[in-house]
């Protein structure tokens, strides 16, 4: 048993091996995809809990991605909690953006502590399993 499914997006091969040894190592389930598109086709058919996403990825930005997650005409998706990370847009409207525009749930800049990921990532877990205890009781 898992204590959570974790969808990583980064184009990144070290980035990738580095934040899947350290979600594995605390127990979650992880998925990777490595470019907009797949990041999508991925939340739609495997539903994870979270998403860490990063901002500058291919064919579809990560703000876009987090975007069309959170606006699902569907519903199927918009739950998902989404943390977008990034180590090119470190500007205050770049936080902005990620956190209003594109309605992530949070915003973390490259680098990081390994400890703040995985806080944040619990913080979510914690933030979805309440809101989905709400609506569906």
Same mark, same amino acid.
């Given at each position: !048993?898992?204590?959570?499914?974790?969808?990583?997006?980064?184009?990144?091969?070290?980035? +990738?091996?580095?934040?899947?040894?350290?979600?594995?190592?605390?127990?979650?389930?992880?998925? +990777?995809?490595?470019?907009?598109?797949?990041?999508?086709?991925? *939340?739609?058919?495997?539903?994870?809990?979270?998403?860490?996403?990063?901002?500058?990825?291919?064919? !579809?930005?990560?703000?876009? +991605?987090?975007?069309?997650?959170?606006?699902?005409?569907?519903?199927?998706?918009?739950?998902?909690?989404?943390?977008?990370?990034?180590?090119?847009?470190?500007?205050?409207?770049?936080? *902005?953006?990620?956190?209003?525009?594109?309605?992530?749930?949070?915003?973390?800049?490259?680098?990081?502590?390994?400890?703040?990921?995985?806080?944040?990532?619990?913080?979510?877990?914690?933030?979805?399993?309440?809101? !989905?205890?709400?609506?569906?009781?």
């Amino acid at each position: !048993m898992t204590d959570g499914k974790i969808l990583i997006v980064d184009d990144e091969e070290i980035v +990738v091996d580095a934040l899947e040894g350290l979600l594995v190592g605390e127990g979650y389930d992880v998925l +990777v995809a490595s470019e907009g598109k797949e990041a999508l086709d991925k *939340a739609y058919s495997e539903k994870p809990d979270v998403i860490v996403l990063d901002a500058q990825i291919p064919k !579809m930005d990560g703000f876009k +991605v987090c975007q069309t997650i959170k606006e699902d005409p569907k519903r199927e998706i918009n739950s998902i909690m989404v943390i977008i990370i990034t180590g090119a847009f470190t500007d205050p409207k770049s936080h *902005a953006r990620a956190l209003i525009q594109s309605k992530a749930d949070d915003f973390i800049l490259k680098p990081f502590k390994s400890e703040v990921l995985i806080h944040r990532v619990k913080v979510l877990l914690h933030k979805r399993n309440l809101i !989905m205890n709400e609506t569906n009781p």
